[in-house]
């Protein structure tokens, strides 16, 4: 399994602010992803982040609205930019590790609200 | 690209109950699937797997079933327990893919 951290766990911002998520695990991975949770919904995947490359984002992401960082092996930050209250939302932050099947585990999220 | 439906959306148990939890998949290449459990304010915590060469698979009160034939798995929990009040996510990943496709979740909750 992996232990993973995020700061802040919640916040709230002001419309057309940006906030950065950070995502920290006490292993070194490969893979991290960002996913965005809306009140009382799914999880939706924004993008993948591997290091020493760009992120691969999903379809409705882009890198403009959701810049990744991945500096090294057990961190990378998601930045919401120019905030608007529907980004309100919990992001996600998730590593996969192990053998085949490689298993997806969770950080307790960051919540997000816009005003 | 994978879907993944689960049903029910919400569930109701008096507590000492079994709970069961469907959910089916398009894609027939996909060959793992995970549950996780979202407890209020926090993330998704997996509790069980089951990769597509196994049938059924036990973990203490929580069992997990697939059947590759009809694309469909399900999460059965058994003398359910207050605590188990959560909501359950089912997932399925496809063959050579990184990327987990969600179902909608389903909210639990064990009356005592």
């Known amino acids: 399994s992996a232990v993973i951290s995020q700061k802040p766990s919640r916040d709230i911002c002001q419309r057309g602010t940006s906030l950065t998520i950070q995502c920290q695990v006490d292993s070194q991975v490969t893979m991290m992803f960002w996913y965005r949770q809306q009140p009382g919904q799914s999880l939706t995947l924004i993008a993948t982040?591997?290091?020493?490359?760009?992120?691969?984002?999903e379809s409705g992401f882009v890198i403009d609205k959701f810049p990744i960082s991945r500096p090294n092996l057990t961190f990378s930050t998601l930045t919401v930019s120019n905030m608007s209250p529907e980004d309100s939302s919990i992001y996600l932050c998730s590593v996969e590790v192990g053998g085949w099947p490689n298993v997806q585990f969770f950080g307790p999220g960051t919540r997000l609200t816009v005003l | 690209g994978e879907n993944v439906e689960q049903h029910p959306s919400t569930l109701s148990v008096q507590e000492g109950d079994s709970a069961v939890i469907k959910c089916t998949y398009s894609?027939?290449?996909?060959?793992?699937f995970p549950w996780y459990k979202q407890e209020l304010g926090k993330g998704p915590q997996l509790i069980i797997d089951i990769r597509s060469n196994v049938g059924e698979k036990k973990d203490q009160r929580i069992a997990v079933t697939l059947n590759k034939t009809a694309k469909h798995f399900s999460l059965h929990i058994t003398e359910t327990q207050p605590e188990d009040s959560a909501v359950y996510f089912c997932a399925a990943k496809g063959a050579g893919s990184y990327q987990l496709t969600f179902g909608k979740g389903t909210k639990l909750s064990v009356i005592p």
């Open positions: 894609d027939s290449a996909s060959n793992y």
């Open positions: 982040a591997n290091q020493g490359s760009e992120a691969t984002y």
